[in-house]
């Protein structure tokens, strides 16, 4: 998914600037204002027609907004993939590794393990900085022929 939208910003020329962090802020508030519609129309379906036409524009919404949201991040240049990987991982920690499932409170609210600990996403930033800057770093030492 990543890739697709990463492949279709090159083509367009989207270079990160604040312009365009701009046009795909707007771009995810309109696309999830269609997901909110759609779920309008799916809690208010009642024959499997509009069923069906509803699911179809919520499943429409739902890419399109995947899409504008990995458009943003990178755009942002923010560390998706790292930054997936750690709530991917920091989630799944949450499956009881003996029950296979996860486990709830008396409200039913999912249970964190013992020692669990929230995704780092200031330290992911900082990694991203560090690695701009000695990309910037090596670029400029290529162009001075060093
Ligand atoms: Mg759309």
Redesign the pocket.
Known sequence: MILDVQIFMKACGHEPSHKLISLYHDLVRE?VG?LEEAMAAFNASETEAEEVAAKAEAL??IC?SIWVLIGLAKTMDLPLEAGWDAVASTNLKKIDPVLGTVRRDENGKIMKPDRWVPPDMVRLIKERNEQRKANELSSAQEAGGN
Request: aromatic share 0%; no cysteine; net charge negative.
């Open positions: 696309e269609e429409d919404a399109d």
